[in-house]
């Protein structure tokens, strides 16, 4: 009978199937917050901090290779100037300042090379390393005055700046650059080439032996070509010379022509940087040069030469001599006939006749002395025509007896 079966209470089937639906909901809303917590803790969680960038350069520094006089060193983001030690390690921004009389040598990691001269101040703007190419890069400014520079015979990047004019120079360049108070440049290369850009925007590409100018206001002159370096002859280099009266003696310094020069600049100094020379003729007309009444002791020179502009060219290679006293003589000197200076080419003949046994020199070099005292030599000779020869002959006894002569050409 089918109207007798008992049905479930509606209400009690509603309460079950609310409950199935809470359930689900529940779960739901748990994973939810599962979620929402996971992302919480990724966005506002502590984290590992990120790993530093790879370094793009390594601070390398430079060091000074020689001091001579008053050099001072101002540590960038500092006031104060300290005096220059070999165990100063030049860094970023640092100045260096040299004196009147006063020149440095300093070294940079990568082997390039400055010569500041006295009364100057730079400053180190670079000395670098990429960690992953190994390439180095140097930079420096020359606010004021003068420095010499050789840059690294390995592939880097080497700027030098003024206020007026910044100089890219290839590896193994070398060069001289100074700068006016005016700010005023002239940039010379002398081995070597440079990429020059001005304040004004000019670009100039520099050559072997060849400068430019450039003016305060940033505008860049022709480019000129230099002379080239002339090559120094007499005494030879390291020679040892003694004088019996020192005070009065006169000692000859002899180089070649330089084609197209119309004159020379000879430096003569104790010391091979120059800083305070005894000698500095500018525009010195012949190729020879009589220097008087030194003192015993060591002295270098050089010599550069100049053209009709008044550009100056780079200097010779320093050569260096000994002056000694030599003892009094205790005889007499000894004949001495100087018959004959003649060039032909490169070739000197040199003839004549002093004492048997005597020592015998031109310009300081030995001559061979016959057993009959003549002499009859074939010498190379880098000099020209118009030179002037200087013949020594020194007895067993000291007796000492010179001769000079002009070199004559002949056919």
């Known amino acids: 009978m089918a109207s007798d079966e008992k049905q479930p209470p509606r209400g009690s089937g509603d309460r079950i199937e609310w409950f199935t639906v809470s359930y689900r909901t529940l779960a739901l809303a748990g994973g939810a917050l599962v979620v929402a917590g996971a992302l919480g803790w990724l966005v506002f969680g502590p984290k590992e901090p990120p790993p530093p960038p790879p370094a793009t350069s390594v ?30 390690v030049l860094r970023q921004n640092d100045l260096v300042r ?42 420096l400014a020359v606010q004021s005055g003068e420095a010499n520079f050789q840059t690294a015979a390995r592939a880097g990047n080497t700027t030098i700046s003024t206020p ?17 108070e005016s700010g005023e440049t002239g940039l010379r290369i002398f081995k070597g080439q440079g990429e020059a850009e001005t304040r004004s925007g000019q670009k100039v590409r520099l050559v072997a032996n060849q400068g430019v100018t450039v003016d305060p206001a940033g505008t860049a002159g022709p480019t000129v070509d230099l002379p080239t370096v002339p090559l120094l002859t007499a005494p030879p280099n390291r020679a040892d010379i003694a004088y019996e ?13 330089v084609p197209g020069a119309t004159g020379y600049r000879v430096m003569v100094d104790y010391s091979p940087t120059f800083a305070r020379p005894l000698y500095d003729r500018q525009d010195h007309r012949p190729t020879q040069l009589e220097v008087r009444g030194l003192d015993a002791g060591s002295y270098y020179w050089k010599v550069a030469a100049l053209d009709g502009r008044g550009s100056e060219g780079s200097f010779s290679d320093a050569w260096r001599f000994t002056l000694a006293a030599a003892p009094t003589s205790t005889g007499p000197p000894p004949p001495l006939v100087f018959e004959a ?6 070739v000197l003949h040199v003839s004549g006749r002093t004492e048997p046994g005597a020592t015998l020199t031109l310009n300081g070099e030995r001559l061979d002395v016959q057993t009959d005292g003549t002499f009859n030599e074939f010498l190379t000779f880098t000099g020209n025509a118009g030179a002037t020869v200087v013949l020594r002959a020194t007895t067993r006894k000291g007796g000492t007896v010179e001769d000079r002569r002009r070199v004559t050409a002949t056919n």
């Open 245 to 257: 009266d020192l005070p009065g003696s006169v000692t000859l310094l002899v180089w070649n022509a």
């Open 341 to 346: 200076a003649e060039l032909k080419g490169n």
């Open 98 to 139: 040299t004196g009147s009389g006063a020149t440095a040598e300093i070294l940079f990691a990568d082997g390039m090379q400055i010569s500041v001269r006295p009364d100057t101040l730079i400053t180190i703007v670079e000395s670098s390393q990429n960690p992953v190419s190994r390439q180095q890069r140097t930079a």
């Open 59 to 88: 601070e390398l520094g430079a060091r000074f290779a020689s001091i001579d006089g008053s050099v001072h060193v101002k540590r960038a983001g500092t006031l104060e100037w300290r005096a220059a030690t070999p165990a100063v």
């Open 164 to 180: 007026t004019l910044r100089t890219t120079a290839s590896r193994d360049t070398a060069g001289n650059i100074q700068v006016a």
